[in-house]
T-cell receptor, first 111, second 113 residues
Framework: GAGVSQSPRYKVAKRGQDVALRCDPI?????LFWYQQALGQGPEFLTY????????KSGLPSDRFFAERPEGSVSTLKIQRTQQEDSAVYLC?????????FGPGTRLLVL | GNSVTQMEGPVTLSEEAFLTINCTYT??????LFWYVQYPGEGLQLLLK?????DKGSNKGFEATYRKETTSFHLEKGSVQVSDSAVYFC????????????FGKGTKLTVNP
């Protein structure tokens, strides 16, 4: 595909449920980033992969958040025991050299 | 730490008006600077970027100049169109490291015909 794709586009979860969000980066892009965007705010960094290695996870808000990229391509962001404050748009971006290209995001609503 | 401050919106202009959206930053070293745009219902798109002092990024009639002395990267367009209505985000990434982006809060622009 031409761009970064994410699925699902929308997810409604009951508080306490686990969710998994998928990101398909642009083919050949080494770097992959996850961001969280609350309503009316700018995106905030969550975590970064270079190939399959998670090099920076300093933005993950709690140990309920976990990300992986086992084969250096597709990535999954998992949130365990979701809370209402996890409601946000989760953005994935990939890059080759210096410029990040964003997917459409997954809008998560926790009830 | 690194941070980006954007002028607060919303900004409402008439078609063909001049646009300025102010952006200032705090960072160590020599960051790269970006403007991203988010059209209604769509994802973030890179609008323009500059990687070193005095560089000017430009695209689709928008321009921004990397001013290290004032730590600014203001976005300008001489004549806006209705189709420019969107949310604009200023962002920086530090040299080296993970290249993670630090964003401002965004400025919503509405252009009326």
């Amino acid at each position: 595909g031409a761009g970064v794709s994410q699925s699902p586009r929308y997810k409604v979860a009951k508080r306490g449920q686990d969710v998994a969000l998928r990101c398909d980066p642009i083919s050949g892009h080494v770097s992959l980033f996850w961001y969280q965007q609350a309503l009316g705010q700018g995106p905030e960094f969550l975590t970064y992969f270079q190939n399959e290695a998670q090099l920076d996870k300093s933005g993950l808000p709690s140990d309920r958040f976990f990300a992986e990229r086992p084969e250096g391509s597709v990535s999954t962001l998992k949130i365990q025991r979701t809370q209402q404050e996890d409601s946000a748009v989760y953005l994935c971006a990939s890059s080759l050299v210096g410029t990040q290209y964003f997917g459409p995001g997954t809008r998560l609503l926790v009830l | 730490g690194n941070s980006v401050t954007q002028m607060e919106g919303p900004v409402t202009l008439s078609e063909e008006a001049f646009l300025t959206i102010n952006c200032t930053y705090t960072a160590t070293g020599y960051p790269s600077l970006f403007w991203y745009v988010q059209y209604p219902g769509e994802g973030l798109q890179l609008l323009l970027k500059a990687t070193k002092a005095d560089d000017k990024g430009s695209n689709k009639g928008f321009e921004a100049t990397y001013r290290k002395e004032t730590t600014s990267f203001h976005l300008e367009k001489g004549s806006v169109q209705v189709s420019d209505s969107a949310v604009y985000f200023c962002a920086l990434s530090n040299e080296g490291g993970s290249e993670k982006l630090v964003f401002g809060k965004g400025t919503k622009l509405t252009v009326n015909p």
